[in-house]
């Protein structure tokens, strides 16, 4: 596709349940972020890939937090035993550059957590 | 501790005045600064990306200083239109890894 782009745009969940968030970054970009954005917050960095292996990982809050890139190119963001306060939007963004460059992100995935 | 500020309040201007939108960082040593624009409910598009051997960057009505004695980085907009609002975001390099944004400033222009 022409554009990062996430599934599901939105997902409403029950706290202790499992959640998968999909990212499909701009085709031939090697870096891939995560983010995560709170209402009238500015995005939280949360883990940074150069092709399949997670470079950054800093910015996970705790291991109920996982994210994979088997192939190099999609990237699955995985949360176990969600939590209310783990509600956000959770941004995806690709890149060219192996060093930090300019970002395309995605629309984001908007999680509720009930 | 590492922190970057922006305005916290909204800026609220008129059509056709120029908008200047503040980004000031402490304990942070960025080889580069970025800032970008998001509308609600999407996703934050980049705009300018000025480096730490840069002082200005200019960018169609767009101006970006950047001033790493003072640490801080002024965006401009001038010729303001009601499309330009929004909420415009900072970010710093870390480490050539990963960049950290600040919490934006909302952009109002009204007509």
């Known amino acids: 596709g022409a554009g990062v782009s996430q599934t599901p745009s939105n997902k409403v969940t029950e706290k202790g349940k499992y959640v998968e968030l999909r990212c499909d970054p701009i085709?031939?970009?090697?870096?891939l972020y995560w983010y995560r954005q709170s209402l009238g917050q500015g995005p939280e960095f949360l883990i940074y890939f150069q092709g399949t292996g997670a470079a950054d990982d800093s910015g996970l809050p705790n291991d109920r937090f996982f994210a994979v890139r088997p192939e190099g190119s999609v990237s699955t963001l995985k949360i176990q035993r969600t939590e209310r306060g783990d509600s956000a939007v959770y941004l995806c963004?690709?890149?060219?550059?192996?060093?930090?460059?300019?970002?395309?992100f995605g629309e984001g995935s908007r999680l509720t957590v009930l | 501790s590492q922190k970057i500020e922006q305005n916290s309040e909204a800026l609220n201007i008129q059509e056709g005045k120029t908008a200047t939108l503040t980004c000031n960082y402490t304990n942070y040593s960025p080889a580069y600064l970025q800032w970008y624009r998001q509308d609600p409910g999407r996703g934050p598009v980049f705009l300018l990306l000025?480096?730490?051997?840069?002082k200005e960057k200019r960018k169609e009505r767009l101006k970006v200083t950047f001033d790493t004695t003072l640490k801080q980085s002024l965006f401009h907009i001038t010729a303001s239109q009601p499309a330009d609002s929004a909420t415009y975001l900072c970010?710093?390099?870390?480490?050539?890894?990963?960049?950290?944004f600040g919490a934006g400033t909302i952009l109002r222009v009204k007509s």
């Open positions: 970010a710093l390099d870390v480490n050539g890894n990963k960049l950290v």
């Open positions: 000025i480096r730490e051997n840069e």
């Open positions: 963004a690709s890149s060219s550059a192996r060093n930090t460059g300019e970002l395309f």
């Open positions: 085709s031939g970009h090697t870096a």
